[in-house]
């Protein structure tokens, strides 16, 4: 039987790219973001690719799309959230406002999606809900301040959710990718080590994803490992090498 998957964020970047990859696959693709146009494109050249649009932020209107895509799929196999804002030149300064905006999309906007496939998948007793993080997520970063606690509570709820849909034998990921080139960090005004294109993500994320045991999924390795050692370094040496970094840009 032809699977299925639904995917946000897919108007542009990673999410897109991700679309494009399971279309080729063979699986029918729901996607969804704002831009309708965008979706509509994808569409025309992927006759696999569904266009469901939506705003994450609205909860009621992305439980209908939901039950729109499941009118239209009759099932669903895996969800992929990727979902997200960054404005890296707005957190310069610290606005309240600009973090609750940028939780607002990329946690409640994420959660509401959750919420929407939630009880779809607790009774199917089956499912798979990826959510995309960033290793931005693993410590606090400069001119970041509401992304990255965007990403650390993203990453913190794909680990409860993990040991809660595993009882309903529903699979939790996480993806935390490192630099990729796409409209998000074409914003960042600094050098990004080991940038990727959103081709490459995209094919990390459909091996990730297909694989029967990996909770989460990081790529490029190189990149994300080193990521890794600032997550478990004491705060001294963390705020003394990343002071340094900025120093240098
Ligand atoms: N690029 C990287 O280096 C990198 C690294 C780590 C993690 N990530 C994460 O990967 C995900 C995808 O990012 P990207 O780099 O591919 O960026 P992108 O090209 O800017 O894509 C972001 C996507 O989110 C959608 N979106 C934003 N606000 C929305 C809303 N309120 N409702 C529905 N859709 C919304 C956008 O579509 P519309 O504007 O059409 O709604 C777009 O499709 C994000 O969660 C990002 O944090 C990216």
């Not at 399971?22 to 025309?44: C, H, T």
């Amino acid at each position: 039987m032809t699977k299925k998957i639904w995917i946000t964020g897919a108007s542009s970047g990673i999410g897109r790219a991700l679309a494009i990859k399971f279309s080729k696959e063979g699986w029918q693709v729901a996607a969804s973001a704002r831009r309708e146009n965008l979706l509509n494109d994808l569409n025309k050249n992927n006759t696999n690719i569904h266009s469901f649009p939506l705003d994450v932020k609205d909860e009621k209107s992305v439980k209908n799309i939901f039950q729109n895509v499941i009118k239209k799929f009759e099932t669903l196999d895996i969800c992929v959230f990727a979902t997200g804002i960054h404005d890296p030149e707005a957190e310069k300064k610290l606005s309240s406002e600009k973090i609750r905006e940028i939780m607002e999309t990329n946690f409640f906007g994420t959660l509401n999606c959750i919420m929407a496939v939630n009880s779809f998948f607790r009774e199917k007793k089956s499912g798979h809900i990826a959510i995309v993080s960033s290793v931005a997520g693993y410590r606090g970063l400069p001119a970041a301040s509401g992304y990255c606690a965007s990403k650390a509570a993203l990453t913190s709820l794909a680990e409860s959710l993990y040991f809660d849909f595993k009882r309903r034998n529903v699979k939790v990921s996480l993806i935390s990718p490192g630099f990729i080139k796409t409209p998000l960090t074409d914003k960042n005004r600094f050098p990004m080590p080991m940038i990727k294109s959103p081709e490459y993500a995209a094919e990390k994320i459909f091996i990730g994803l297909l694989k029967k045991s990996a909770f989460e999924i990081h790529f490029p390795k190189s990149f994300t490992m080193f990521v890794k050692l600032l997550k478990i370094m004491p705060n001294w040496l963390f705020f003394w090498l990343v002071g340094k970094g900025i120093k240098r840009f």
